[in-house]
């Protein structure tokens, strides 16, 4: 005999728990079935340890996703102010890091503890290390694990998206929903380091310097910190801009976001015995104005210097064109772009609008954030419009 629940939740990451919450605190019998051997591994290991897990100004424009549009009902109806009054609840201290970032002043698994603590006060079941073998749909749907069998009427893809396999990450969320019929957007792997080769393979002398610069790709620019890796670029600038990045297009980098118009010609008035160089260890990592002086070739005081030299290196300086060859994948993608397409959910409860019962939240779907606590913000808004609805 399957044992009877009203709503069935696969994954206790972020998106799940918020979910099961929700519906058991509104009095729905719920069943969580988690893979892992314990809930919310993601969330433990988020933010060095320390959860970025909102963005006070977390809104539609920090999203990706083929609908920019569909995140806006979900994002306003459960707000990063929200989320916030329910960490205050549990008496959770947090702090404001960056840019509206903010984060547990203890440790990530405060908010992992304060998931289940909401979980049991709606008398949610959670299961842990459980396979699912199989999930059938007739007049609800029944899961099927190495432990037994369940039904019940909501079904709801919360497995999240294959960002990090060795942590058991997983694409089973595309393959369920390819299952019931339902379109995927190419998942991509996103906030993710960018790798070099070719010519640039120079930059990885500098391996380890990190300067404030500004990136951009296709239409996003991001003011943050650049990092030179031993394989090409991180660091939140470029993790930022490759979630926009595409293979084959170029990344382009401003060396010196606080300077505009003709920056050189204004030192070579004010300075003229300077060198390029010189001129740009004063403002960057030692390293990095070598390498950039070398590659610009322009070795002579500034007052020596054509001026057309000096606006040309002055241009580079300010859209550095790299070719990254390549990601580093999924094994290093904080998340996922692409998954679950929009278009076949309803954006304000998230239920599958051809399969009756059916909800896919958090990751899963194609809504990606941007670096800084959006992510967690989209699992908790989803998770909440799902949780209502079911
Ligand atoms: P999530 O991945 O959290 O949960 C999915 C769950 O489903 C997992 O527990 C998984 O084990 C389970 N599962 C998978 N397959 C299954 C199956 N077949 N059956 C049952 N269960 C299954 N974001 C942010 O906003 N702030 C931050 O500080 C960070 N930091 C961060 C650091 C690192 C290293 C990573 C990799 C990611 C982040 N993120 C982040 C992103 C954030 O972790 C991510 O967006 C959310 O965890 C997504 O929540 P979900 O619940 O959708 O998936």
Redesign the pocket.
């Known amino acids: 005999m399957a044992e009877a629940f009203d709503a069935i939740v696969?994954?206790?990451?972020?998106?799940?728990?918020m979910c099961a919450a929700r519906a058991g605190q509104r009095g729905r019998r719920v069943l969580v079935?988690?893979?892992?051997e314990k809930?919310?591994?993601?969330?433990l290991?988020?933010?060095g340890g320390r959860?970025?897990?909102?963005?006070i100004g977390a809104g539609p424009a920090n999203y990706l996703s083929a609908n920019p549009h569909f995140a806006k009902s979900a994002l306003a109806r459960y707000t990063a102010r929200d989320f916030l009054e329910l960490v205050e609840s549990h008496g959770i201290a947090w702090h404001e890091k960056t840019l509206g970032q903010l984060f547990c002043d203890g440790s990530a698994k405060q908010i992992v503890a304060m998931l289940l603590d909401e979980c049991a006060k709606g008398d949610v079941e959670i299961r842990c290390g459980?396979?699912?073998v199989s999930v059938e749909q007739d007049d609800g749907f029944t899961v099927t694990t190495q432990s037994g069998t369940c039904r019940a009427p909501s079904l709801v893809i919360?497995?999240?998206?294959p960002?990090?396999p060795k942590?058991?990450?997983?694409g089973?969320?595309y393959e369920l929903a390819r299952q019931f019929g339902l379109k995927i957007v190419e998942p991509r792997p996103a906030?993710v380091p960018l790798t070099l080769g070719g010519e640039e393979v120079l930059f990885r002398d500098i391996s380890g310097v990190s300067a404030p610069v500004a990136t951009s790709a296709g239409k996003a620019r991001f003011a943050e910190a650049a990092l030179f890796t031993h394989r090409g670029l991180s660091g939140p600038a470029i993790l930022q801009a490759s979630s926009y990045w595409r293979p084959g297009e170029p990344l382009f980098i401003d060396f010196l976001p606080e300077e505009s118009g003709d920056f050189l010609l204004q030192a070579k008035r004010e300075t003229p015995r300077a060198t390029l160089r010189g001129w740009l260890r004063d403002r960057l990592p030692a390293r990095l104005a070598d390498i950039l002086a070398e590659r610009l070739g322009l070795e002579v005081e500034f007052g020596n210097a054509p001026d057309k030299a000096l606006r040309a290196a002055g241009e580079r300086l300010k859209r550095w064109t790299f070719q990254p060859n390549g990601t580093e994948g999924f094994a290093k993608?904080?998340?996922t772009v692409g998954g679950i397409a929009t278009a076949e959910l309803s954006s304000k409860t998230m239920a599958a609008k051809r399969v009756p019962g059916l909800y896919a939240?958090?990751?899963?779907v194609d809504v990606t954030?941007w670096l800084?606590?959006?992510?967690?913000?989209?699992?908790w808004a989803s998770?909440v419009a799902a949780g209502e609805a079911l």
Do not use: D, H
Not at 10 to 17: R, S, Y
Not at 361 to 364: D, L, M, S, T, V
């Open positions: 696969l994954g206790a990451g972020a998106a799940g728990l079935l988690e893979r892992a809930p919310g591994k993601k969330i290991i988020s933010g959860c970025n897990f909102t963005n459980e396979e699912v919360a497995t999240g998206g960002s990090i942590m058991g990450a997983t089973y969320a906030l993608a904080e998340v939240i958090g990751e899963a954030g800084g606590g959006y992510n967690f913000q989209w699992a998770g």
